[in-house]
């Protein structure tokens, strides 16, 4: 089974087995009945027992399962029904009612939770392996501008977020030539990746630095957005728009050569480095600043042999520190820099590429879309905000169905036949919500909206609140259930939660504004208990409780992401604000079907005009970016 065509049956399966061996992991092997009630699995075993790990032979169990199977099929069974039953009575249990309330306190106890694990050293959270978990790094650099925390609260936020972001950038995590990062990183310090390349992390992460980005107008974090971008839309592109939906670890080294090996399409020995660039002076400055080494620079691994003399290209130093010792300017010292990294780049180009994973994605290019929509809002690319809406387009023209206004779940050569989950319809109206923002393009809200009420009427927990991952079926011997914690992709529900508050302030609808509170409060219970598993949720708490802050753009069509007006609030990071297009046609003309104070906002002396508005009050209008960034910088701290 492919778990990313099928994650229903790797999440289920995957709970049997760790609540059976006390973890988890892949690959993921399980013992099933006929009626697909397991009995008995586990992760990896070798084909045959290794007694020094202790570690039974998957032969080994063949046998000893074929032998229960026909001497003891009665208690196997027996035991097999118990644990369906034990899983479905877990899945069931509601958490309890809380009387929490709904306020910053929560977003509070989050930064407080997440600094208990935070890694001071190298950034991050937690220990080896490392994961960026960019989701928590979003949800901190948004709560690091929320002017009625705490100012200290603030600061660790935003200092634990930027400094793991640096740290992340600057590592080998990144491909420093191609753009893009890998999975994660076996070692503390970001230095040696699982080379694998997931579309999932490009988006998640690119968002992080676009937000980085508008926080503190770091030309470092500009670079590595625009480096993202490349990759996405040069090596992970389909011909007709979509986005694949990965790239492997492994590679063949050469094109003589007879296996892959891990990173073998990254890492560099130091003889290839002198043959790329042959210049003694450009050969100097790349191992300064990739840190390059004879012996090769990799930290100690699982297999400390398999990367011994190669080198995996990572940031050593500081520009400004590196240009002050070689007695440059850091603009002089970045042209020669680039120049290198274009020479490096087009070598490895004519390596064997690791295998691409062509697989397209309904939701994780939701993920893509909200990514690259937010990219060109930020930095004024509209050919971005065109990409994403190619990838919009395609997944509407071969996943959706008009008539049931379902989608599918991938498309590799035809659609799937899988249904799409309720991850698939979070993200993807998530995307659809912020490309709206990037360009303007009222059909992105109207298939927004028709999708919520297919993700509603398919997953919704009308009792209790919240979003079960799968729809309803009769096929399934499992109880649904509802994923409450973040994980490499956010929760479904913490997006839908975001998802129906904002569709709720653009479509004046209440339902949806009560739908949004009632799944955030499902989860209450858990947030309390480990508020640093869910902040995906946490974050769309604001959008709940605040009241809402709309930028309306009157312009003669919709304004463009590098329009002068855009800019002031493109460039900052103001948290749970919306951006809304009063184009002078059918765009305005629809939202005013729902929104009364929209109706009569029109240009000024026919400049593209800003409305500011604060719980649906606006200040005066003004066509002047200035007088506009003096509105916006109200809404922030006093300390931004």
Sequence with gaps: ?????????????????????????????????????????????????????????FRDILQRIHQLWETDRENLLAQSDQMTRALNEFAATPPP??????????????????AATYDA????????????????LSFLLR???????????RRQAR????????????????????????????????????FEKMLYDQALLLTACVEAWRVTHDPEFEAVIRQTVDYLLRDLRDAGGAFHSAEDAESFATAE????????????????????????EDIALAIRWYDLRPEGNAPEGPEPEAFAGRNILRQAVDLDTLAAELETTPAALSTRLERIRQRLFAARENRPRPFRDDKIIAGWNGLAISALSQAALALGEHAWAEAAGQAADFLRARLYEPETRTLRRLFRETPSTVEAFSEDYAFLIAGLLDLYEATGDIARVQWAADLQQTHIAHFHDGEHGGFYSEAASGNTIFTREKEAYDGVVPAPSSVAARNLARLGLLLDNAEFRAMAEQTVRAFLPLIEEQPDRMPALVDAIGFV???PVQLVVAADGAASPEAAILRPFAEALIPHAMLLHADSGAGQAFLARHLDFIEGMAPIDGKPTAYLCHNFVCQLPTADPAVLRTQLRALLPADE
């Design 159 to 194: 200092d634990m977020a930027l400094s793991t972001l640096r740290n992340i950038v600057r590592s080998g995590l990144r491909d420093h030539l191609g753009g893009g990062f890998h999975r994660y990183a076996v070692d503390a310090a970001w230095n040696l990746p699982h």
């Design 97 to 114: 009612d809380s009387d929490t309330a709904i306020d910053l306190n929560l977003t509070a106890r989050t930064i407080s939770a997440l």
């Design 545 to 547: 409780i605040h009241k």
């Design 143 to 153: 709560a690091g501008q929320i002017r009625d925390l705490p100012a200290d609260l």
């Design 121 to 136: 050293e190298h950034g991050g959270f937690g220990g080896a392996p490392k994961f960026p978990t960019p989701i928590n």
């Design 257 to 280: 050569a007879d296996h892959k090996t891990e990173g073998a399409f990254y890492v560099w020995t130091l003889a290839q480095i002198r043959d790329v660039l042959a210049d003694p």
């Design 1 to 57: 089974v492919d778990r990313e065509e099928r994650p229903d049956v790797d999440r289920v399966y995957m709970n049997f087995v760790q609540r059976l061996t006390g973890s988890g992991g892949w690959p993921l092997n399980v013992f099933l009945t006929p009626e697909r009630k397991p009995f008995f699995g586990g992760t990896y075993f070798p084909p045959k027992s290794d007694p020094a790990r202790r570690l039974p032979g």
